[in-house]
């Protein structure tokens, strides 16, 4: 067990829809990430967060918003739904913002249909 | 934007045969972790390598990072079936954690 809570393991919604996930990190840690994988395709890199501020982007799209709270938990919304969002959600979290393992959630399975 | 290059993208041996799988990347990396997911599983971290030429072993398995900071390398001595899963680099450049595309690796036994 990694320490990462996401919730819900499983979405299943239909185009133009929207939808939140959710992710506690681990104890202490204060930086979060999220990744998206798709099938048979690695980890692409969304966005992260280190204590409540973004800190870096990759390439998430202008439908999709993350945000960090002050308890640490975040979440990514997903909107404006296409079936080309249907993938894997990850979230990780580290100690430090950069130079740190992370440690991963157990996903989030989105299916958009 | 930055790209580590995994290769191969999957391997199949024979269980007792030894394994290796490479990144590269085209700018120099702060340093380059390594993960494992099984499959049906989340990505687990394996191991960090941040100085130049550094070499670490953990039981069967070398993990190396090149003397320019550009390349690594993680050889899996006599496979077993339980080492079955992806194998991902994933290299720092400055503030993102870029993930290689990943060695699927499959064990015959």
């Known amino acids: 067990d990694s320490g990462v809570t996401q919730t819900p393991k499983h979405l299943i919604t239909a185009t133009g829809q929207r939808v939140t996930l959710r992710c506690s990190p681990r104890?202490?840690?204060?930086?979060v990430y999220w990744y998206q994988q798709s099938l048979d395709q690695g980890l692409q890199f969304l966005i992260q967060?280190?204590?409540?501020?973004?800190?870096a982007k990759g390439n998430i799209l202008e439908r999709f918003s993350a945000q960090q709270f002050p308890d640490l938990h975040s979440e990514l919304n997903l909107s404006s739904l296409e079936l080309g969002d249907s993938a894997l959600y990850f979230c990780?979290?580290?100690?430090?913002?950069?130079?740190?393992?992370?440690?991963f959630g157990n996903g989030t399975r989105l299916t958009v249909t | 934007g930055q790209q580590v290059m995994q290769i191969p993208q999957y391997q199949h041996v024979q269980e007792g045969e030894d394994f290796t799988t490479y990144c590269n990347s085209s700018?120099?990396?702060?340093?380059i972790q390594w993960y494992k997911q099984r499959p049906g599983g989340h990505p687990v971290f394996l191991i960090q390598?941040?100085?130049?030429?550094e070499v670490k072993k953990q039981k069967r398995l070398t993990f190396q990072f090149g003397e320019a900071k550009k390349n690594s390398s993680l050889h899996i001595t006599a496979t077993q079936t339980t080492d079955v899963g992806t194998y991902f680099c994933?290299?720092?450049?400055?503030?993102?954690?870029?993930f290689g595309a990943g060695t699927i690796l499959r064990v015959k036994s």
């Open positions: 990780a979290s580290s100690v430090r913002p950069n130079n740190s393992p992370l440690h």
């Open positions: 104890s202490g840690d204060l930086s």
């Open positions: 967060y280190y204590n409540g501020e973004e800190r």
């Open positions: 700018t120099t990396l702060s340093n």
């Open positions: 390598l941040v100085k130049s030429g």
């Open positions: 994933a290299g720092e450049y400055g503030n993102k954690l870029v």
